[in-house]
């Protein structure tokens, strides 16, 4: 099943692949797209892969008929140039895949170089300068092989030098081959998908520009270029002017497009039906995206299919009441965690046994579940929960919480700890604005030092005291610092610049409340007490 | 089948630069015929001469050169300058000029070199270069001397340095003037030479001061204070000759429109499809609503290449259905170029997503010069509080409601430093007006009547 694979993948991917399984019944996402262009390249046009038909382009892609009318009409008849276009919308609105589908219709070559796989510009000059080499070949001119190539005029020489062979090796082709019906034209498209993604690049300010005036620079009117992007054209307009593609908008797809997108490939449409109806509304209020969707419908519609014995069962009024009777109290609880993405180790315990995956998707979704994904070591545990107070506490308040005999008895600093809390209001504010604040490694240890004692005179209970010690002592080694970055490294603390004043490097914590109290659950630490309430 | 041949036709037209600009050739007052006496002054005077085309994008500057260095013997001051007549011996142009004139802009250049060069063969050779691709001096540098070698049949080394190139440059200047040759520089994207050192400018218009030197400079450029980005070394060596394009004046319109639509009668097509077809075109042309439509669109751009992609859309929908172009057709693709990309991706929103810009535009009006995710978290639990609507949600779905907002580039960060900060910590702030929000809220059928509200309620109160 298409869908199981997709979740297979590791969670990035796997949105993607599943929203393409589920949109079109090809092999489509983008991994598969890259080998599969790369194999119809390699084997030749010709005999490559048949083309398809109009209807099945349009039902394949629910939804995005008018936008694929728009697309055919724009590129035009065979062998007549265009002006260079914008493909543009949100994500996961089926920008690629119309556009690929298209081509597979018209069965014209092309080109095919994303921004975010290549993702600097020798990578992109290069993967499109190959591409092109090899619809040479296909064309049947042999040539020696790709040039590599780092700076813009010299893409912009290769390309045109390399354009203008391929296109004649076209037009000899289709001279041989007149007779025969597979006249493919001697346009060839460049097709650059995720365009979005120029504008962070480092060179920015000139790629951007030559790109999307590469039609203008060549002037070969025998290139068609198409642009794929997320941001709408007015992301690209430029301080000296622009000469700008013409814009195609796919809007996000709507109740029913979204409804004829998750029919597909349904073994029991009439169930998966009455699932939807009552599914869809609420989760459409939350997003629109279908990625995410098919994410949350999944476990959704095993739910809803909990008290059914037999799935092929024909439905009746009093069946679709019971079954909705039973989902009803868990949508709310399932809609507050949409985008809940499932860790890689609960896949493979889901492998292991039926059994054991129920008992693992129950535990998970019960509000707060007590266990960590992972494992850390004890004395890490502590660092990551003084790193979490350092950052929380203002580092006046730290006397009063871990000097034992001072701050509390002292009556002066009460005083101050009460004017502090008739500004919490302010303070509250400012902490929203701010989020956690940075502290210096001597403070880290310095906490650090302090929750350990007092954990280690609760394990006093357990242990022999000079047992204890030894430990402590072991601790606060250079394993320490080993072990802070470790976290640095594993993303939970970061580096935020150095100070000016003290000049020693400040780190911050990145990890939220929730997972804090977590880790602090698994070892017992009473957090709470840690913590300056505003 | 005729009409795929006149789509095919007329689509070859609007995406040839070249045919597009070439309305304008024949008007005695254009930039093309200046440009074109400029160069063939030159040409005949034996002196060299700089030149800058200077007017907003898509007016046609890149056209006129070309056409400049062809078409010397159409009109009847460059007859004499021809290559005909006996001008050989003196064809330096290096000429700085200043006399704002109304033309048309990049592609003139293309025009008037393309014609200089099929009267001129032997004559001139032309060096393009493009600030996007050049603007390295270095790289700018090599550029020329591999296209003089190519056009000279010259070997070019790709080993040589800097010093060799701009070495062998010169040289080629003085034994192209000694030899009654003339060197054309085209400088697209002028502006972009002027930063750094601006070594090419000042070796080229150095080069020019020489007597046996026979070359002209054509800058091209959308900045129209691109000679004030010249140091002033290299200024005080530039002529200053501008030629200003400007946009379209009505009659240059309607020409443009003629020349672009009407099918010549002389094609392979059937003559009553012919005649059906240029009918109908007139009968558009003078339709008062096609000029409505018209006046709409030269109200907000009336370049040239406006216009071009204005009919490119309105001609490709001929692919479908129709023999002939209809006012349907013009006027689909009028409504597809107003589309306001703000408003439509504002529809795609969903509810979550209204609401967190609702909040975060109540946030605004409060002055609240700063907010983050979690201020924003605040207004939106406070509105859920007070109104309890169906729609309260988590923080985590909140956030990735919000995240898809930052996605559609609805809202964005606020800067660029605390990069390493979580997301819910970053300042952020709205991409659009609240007249574009409650806009939009009004068409939304399926926006709930909540929203609006609150909406109103603190912007318009």
């Known amino acids: 099943m298409a869908k199981e694979e997709g979740i297979l993948l590791s969670p990035g991917r796997k949105t993607r692949s599943s929203s393409f399984s589920l949109s079109s019944s090809l092999p489509q996402n983008h991994r598969t797209f890259f080998s599969h262009t790369h194999l119809e390249l390699l084997h030749g046009h010709c005999h490559s892969e048949e083309s398809i038909s109009l209807d099945t382009l349009t039902s394949s892609l629910p939804g995005r008929k008018p936008q694929i009318l728009e697309i055919l009409r724009l590129i035009g008849p065979l062998n007549s140039p265009m002006l260079p276009l914008l493909l543009y919308g949100g994500p996961s609105t089926g920008k690629t895949i119309s556009v690929l589908q298209t081509f597979r219709y018209l069965n014209r070559p092309f080109v095919y170089a994303g921004c975010r796989t290549s993702y600097c510009p020798r990578i992109l000059f290069n993967s499109v300068l190959r591409q092109l080499l090899i619809h040479e070949k296909n064309a049947g001119k042999g040539s020696n092989g790709a040039k590599r190539c780092e700076k813009p005029s010299e893409f912009i020489d290769l390309l045109r030098i390399s354009l203008i062979q391929v296109v004649n090796a076209l037009r000899e082709r289709n001279l041989k081959l007149f007779s025969e019906e597979s006249d493919r034209g001697n346009m060839i498209y460049l097709i650059f998908d995720n365009v979005e993604l120029l504008r962070s690049w480092d060179k920015s300010s000139t790629i951007v520009p030559l790109l999307l005036r590469l039609s203008e620079i060549l002037k070969i009117p025998e290139l068609g270029i198409i642009y794929i992007s997320s941001s709408s054209p007015d992301a690209y307009y430029l301080s000296t002017g622009s000469i700008e593609p013409i814009p195609v908008y796919f809007p996000d797809y709507s109740l029913e497009d979204l409804r004829g997108i998750f029919m597909r490939n349904q073994s029991n449409p009439n169930l998966y039906f009455s699932f939807l109806s009552v599914v869809l509304k609420p989760f459409y209020r939350v997003t629109r995206r279908v990625d995410e969707l098919s994410v949350a419908f999944h476990p959704l519609f095993e739910k809803y299919c909990d008290p059914l014995s037999d799935q092929c069962l024909v439905l009746d009024e009093a069946m679709k009441r019971r079954l909705f009777d039973n989902l009803q109290p868990h949508l709310a609880s399932y809609l507050n965690d949409v985008f809940w993405v499932p860790s890689w180790a609960s896949h493979q315990l889901k492998q292991e046994g039926d059994y054991r995956q129920k008992r693992l998707w129950k535990s998970i979704r019960k509000e707060a579940s007590n266990e960590l994904d992972f494992h850390m070591s004890m004395s890490v545990k502590y660092l990551l929960l003084s790193a979490f107070i350092a950052a929380r506490n203002p580092a006046t308040l730290d006397a009063s919480l871990f000097d034992s005999s001072g701050g509390s008895n002292n009556p002066k600093r009460k005083r101050n700890l009460q004017t502090s809390l008739d500004k919490k209001d302010n303070m509250a504010e400012e902490i929203l604005l701010k989020g956690p604040g940075s502290f210096p490694l001597e403070r880290l240890l310095a906490i650090f030092q302090c929750i350990t004692s007092v954990a280690e005179l609760v394990e006093d209970d357990h242990f022999e005291s000079d047992f204890a010690i030894e430990n402590e002592n072991f601790r606060l080694t250079s394993d320490v610092l080993l072990q802070l970055s470790a976290l640095c490294n594993a993303n939970f603390l970061c580096k935020s610049g150095s100070c000016p004043l003290e000049g020693s490097t400040r780190y911050r914590c990145t990890i939220d409340e929730e997972m804090a109290v977590k880790v602090a659950r698994s070892i017992n630490f009473p957090l709470s007490s840690y913590l300056y309430r505003r | 089948m005729a009409s795929e041949k006149t789509l095919v036709l007329l689509r070859q037209r609007l995406c040839d630069p070249s045919f597009v600009y070439s309305a304008f050739k024949s008007s005695p007052n254009g930039n093309y015929s200046k440009l074109k006496f400029l160069i063939s002054n030159t040409i005949t005077e034996a002196c060299n001469n700089s030149v800058l085309l200077l007017g907003p994008r898509g007016c046609g500057k890149g056209a006129a050169a070309a056409a400049g260095t062809g078409g010397l013997e159409l009109e009847g001051?460059?007859?004499?300058?021809?290559?005909e007549t006996e001008g050989w011996g003196a064809f330096p142009l290096f000429a700085v000029q200043m006399s704002p004139v109304p033309v048309c802009f990049p592609f003139v250049v293309d025009l008037v070199l393309e014609d200089l060069k099929s009267e001129l063969p032997e004559i001139i050779s032309v060096a393009r270069l493009n600030g996007l691709l050049h603007s390295d001096d270095n790289c700018a540098v090599k550029e020329i001397a591999r296209q003089l070698c190519l056009e000279n049949k010259l070997l070019f080394s790709k080993m040589a340095s800097?010093?060799?190139?701009?070495?062998?440059?010169?040289?080629?200047?003085?034994?192209?003037?000694?030899?009654?040759?003339?060197?054309?520089?085209?400088?697209?994207?002028?502006?972009?030479?002027?930063?750094?050192?601006?070594?090419?400018?000042?070796?080229?218009?150095?080069?020019?001061?020489?007597?046996?030197?026979?070359?002209?400079?054509?800058?091209?450029?959308?900045?129209?204070?691109a000679d004030q980005l010249l140091e002033k070394r290299v200024r005080s060596r530039f002529s200053h000759k501008k030629l200003l394009f400007t946009p379209l004046t009505t009659d240059d319109m309607q020409r443009l429109l003629e020349h672009l639509l009407y099918l010549p009668t002389d094609s392979s097509l059937p003559s009553d499809y012919l005649k059906e077809f240029n009918s109908n075109i007139n009968n558009i042309l003078t339709d008062n609503k096609f000029k409505e439509i018209l006046d709409l669109l030269s109200a907000a751009d009336n370049s040239i290449s406006n216009i071009q992609r204005f009919l490119y859309q309105a001609i490709s929908s001929m692919h479908f259905q129709t023999e002939l172009l209809t006012m349907d057709d013009l006027k689909s693709a009028f409504s597809y170029h107003q589309r306001q990309p703000m408003l439509d991706k504002l529809q795609d929103a969903s509810i979550l997503e209204l609401y967190i810009l609702v909040c975060m535009n109540r946030l605004e009006s409060r002055e609240q010069d700063s907010y983050t995710f979690n201020s924003v978290m605040k207004e939106y639990k406070a509105i859920q509080d007070s109104y309890k609507t169906s729609d309260n949600y988590s923080k985590s779905v909140c956030q990735r409601a919000f995240e898809h907002l930052i996605e559609r580039e609805l809202i964005s960060f606020a800067n660029n430093r605390l990069r390493n900060l979580s997301v819910e910590y970053r300042p952020v702030r709205l991409l659009l007006s609240s007249q574009e929000l409650y806009q939009s809220l009004k068409s939304n059928a399926s926006c709930p009547a909540i929203l609006q509200r609150l909406l109103n309620y603190e912007t318009y109160r």
Not at chain 2, 215 to 225: A, E, F, L, T
């Open chain 2, 77 to 83: 001051g460059g007859r004499e300058a021809g290559p």
């Open chain 2, 162 to 225: 800097f010093d060799d190139n701009s070495q062998f440059m010169i040289d080629m200047l003085r034994e192209c003037g000694l030899a009654h040759k003339m060197i054309i520089f085209v400088l697209e994207e002028f502006d972009l030479f002027t930063q750094g050192k601006q070594r090419l400018l000042y070796s080229l218009l150095d080069a020019m001061q020489t007597l046996t030197s026979h070359s002209v400079v054509i800058g091209i450029s959308c900045r129209m204070d």
